[in-house]
């Protein structure tokens, strides 16, 4: 496994700049690794309850009776990483949880074997039914922003929640060279990591497509093949739908439940006002088993708003958010942390790791792409619900 843009630029300097001791760890450090790995897992890993891991006095039980503790405590460096693999991918198998780079013991060009398929790799595997319907339909761009052709209905579409620390100023000027050319750009990066489209700046450029546009009365949100991103873009997606956000937490670890408000200033001008929202339209949002992570907690939270229509079929979960760690011999790996995105519903706290159901079904992969059949069933949704308020 290389070195990515995960974990920040410094990967690359760490591996070529420290000394690599390629071989076998010794007893000791060996040891100190299995118990270091075993107390942060205990302590951090916020999955335990649902996965039957409480079942367990402790992580080092749990390897006991799975029987890899002595893969995991092994003193052969590959040894251990593939043991450890197998724990994120498949014994965890959250989608959350994965193992990353290489400890130096091993080397970074070493290939750590897959052991066993976990679930989140055969339903990723299924899900690709969606992605190649949505090629099917557009080709290689696939537009962030398209309206029908009764000029009602905006259909948003991105597969990246992303955030970054630019300021106003820099957000504007992102908007605003994604909106130039007609919008060239905008509808050139749905399925990419590009810097120039992050989602705020992404979302404040169809805002002002939006509000320019006196016909639209409909908002579709397509996350169909979003497979989540960061908490921030999250959250200011969520307040431009509904006008505020609301992010609720629990620690299933110590018990501790916390709920965070948002507003988002969409428009970037300073001032939090009926520009920066399109709550007063008929909002909707497309979810499929593709929609995980962020791109589930949203859908979640537009529908414990009783504001905004689920369409699709059921969301992947992804509860927790993502812990980044590294074990004492430098190998690096994430997991599911104890920060667990949740709803509230009467008072309680329900993590939403079943994933998110639909109000009405599209069984179809190819019916998510199909402007004519959104255009139909937003209309016809829409329609009823004036008929019967």
Request: glycine share 6%.
């Amino acid at each position: 496994m290389r070195p990515g843009s995960y974990y920040g630029s410094d990967l690359e300097e760490y591996y070529s700049t420290t000394m690599i001791r390629e071989g076998d760890r010794s007893e000791a450090l060996a040891a100190y690794c299995y118990n270091e790995l075993c107390i942060n897992l205990d302590f951090n890993y916020g999955l335990k309850a649902i996965h039957g891991i409480e079942a367990f006095p402790d992580f080092d039980h749990y390897f006991f009776a799975a029987g890899i503790k002595n893969d995991l405590k092994s003193r052969n460096s590959l040894t251990f990483a593939t043991a450890l693999k197998d724990v994120c991918e498949f014994y965890f198998g959250d989608g959350h949880s994965n193992y990353y780079y290489n400890s130096l013991y091993l080397g970074v060009n070493t290939e750590v074997p897959m052991l066993h398929v976990g679930s989140w790799t055969e339903t990723s595997l299924r899900n690709q039914q969606y992605k190649e319907a949505r090629q099917s339909h557009y080709g290689d761009t696939v537009p962030a922003y398209e309206v029908t052709s009764d000029g009602k209905t905006a259909i948003v579409r991105f597969d990246h929640l992303t955030a970054s620390d630019k300021n106003a100023e820099a957000q504007i000027a992102g908007r605003n060279t994604l909106l130039a050319n007609s919008g060239t750009l905008l509808n050139s990066y749905v399925d990419k990591d590009e810097d120039t489209y992050e989602t705020m700046a992404m979302i404040s450029a169809v805002n002002e497509k939006i509000k320019d546009d006196t016909k639209i009365k409909n908002i579709v949100l397509d996350l169909s093949c979003n497979g989540g991103g960061t908490n921030h873009a999250a959250c200011f997606v969520i307040a431009w739908m509904l006008g505020y956000c609301k992010f609720d937490f629990r620690n299933p670890i110590t018990g501790v439940k916390w709920s965070a408000t948002y507003f988002a200033d969409v428009d970037f001008n300073g001032d939090y006002d009926d520009r920066d929202s399109v709550k007063d339209k008929n909002l909707f949002c497309i979810i499929s088993p593709n929609s995980f992570s962020c791109g589930n907690m949203v859908p979640a939270v537009l529908k414990a708003s009783d504001r905004v229509t689920i369409l699709g079929t059921p969301s992947s979960g992804g509860t927790s958010c993502v812990q980044p760690s590294c074990t004492a011999d430098g190998t690096i790996f994430r997991y599911s942390s104890k920060n667990v995105m949740c709803t509230v519903k009467n008072g309680s706290f329900y993590d939403i790791d079943k994933g998110v159901e639909p109000h009405y079904s599209i069984n179809v992969p190819a019916n998510f792409y199909d402007k004519n059949i959104i255009q139909a069933l937003v209309n016809n949704i829409t329609q009823t619900n004036v008929a019967n308020p």
